[in-house]
């Protein structure tokens, strides 16, 4: 068994408690978190784990082989250094740090000390992303000409960072993923509306080196829930929409066809206008995914899908992108 630590109980650390209580091959030692309030929802969902209120704690207990980590953001990176050099694993919410020096000291870490580092970049471990990274591996859709995403809703507000920065790591890290490609350059713009050098909405573009250009569109200043990622490609494209509760893929058989021969220019583009395919994909929770991957991979030396070099390049474009918010817009290089 895998003996873990969870440290962060609150709004969505308390799902890590509850799915780690339950993952096979791992076994729930200690929860961590300052809030009292935090700790007895904790203690009622997993009572036989020890609660603590003090990271020392986890840190210096022999009997927790594993951390993590779902604590506010400017903590990720000093805190996922500290367990790694006290020689544990790492399981780190997104993003893994503010910055990309923060984020290669931690990636550095978990080499010099041969510990699994692993970010939850829960997206990754979605049936339906699964099924739409098959799909373009496959030929599929054609040649990908483009995506956009949107994710938006109203809430929940943060404080010590931005929409770019809360909500932006899950399509990054997704369409970086489907496409097995990394941007070259990006530009963003973005709204303050709420809070004075926050940013509660943003607009990403990102120019990726094979040609492919992507658009993130993220907020939580909206009035619906949007969740929506769009492939375009030259044969097919998919609209991939997780608000949906049951059909989460549509794969629409539309584009345009080239005739072989053709006599007038209006000829020259024939639109095709097939069948719409909703698959069935059975579903399964993403974060109990991801926390039985971090176990296996723990347990048995692998490489995790979600791992630091990948979350080091998401911080690269997020850093990028934070860039070109504070320049009006300005590309900038990856």
Partial sequence: MVRIAVVGAGAWGINHVRAMSRTPGAELVMVCDSAAVARDHAQAISPRARVVGDFGQVLAAGDVDAVVLATPAKQHAEQARMALNKG?????????ALGADDAQAVVAAAETHKRTLMVGHLMLFHPAVERLKALIDLGELGRIFYIYAVRANLGRVRQDEN????????????????????????????GIYLQSRIEDVVFVNLRFRSGVSAQIQVSWLDPRKVRRLVIVGAQKMVEFDDVEPVEKLRIYDKGFDRPPAFTEYAQFLAIRDGDVHIPQIPMAEPLERECRHFVDC??????????GQSALRVVRVLEAAQKSLESDGAPVEV
């Fill in 88 to 96: 544990k694993h790492v399981l780190v919410e997104k993003p893994l």
């Fill in 163 to 190: 929409a770019l920065w809360s909500l932006a790591p899950h399509d990054i890290s997704m369409i970086e993923y489907l496409l097995g490609d990394q941007p070259e350059s990006v530009s963003a713009r973005g």
């Fill in 298 to 307: 723990v347990e048995h030396g692998k490489r995790p899908l979600a791992d």
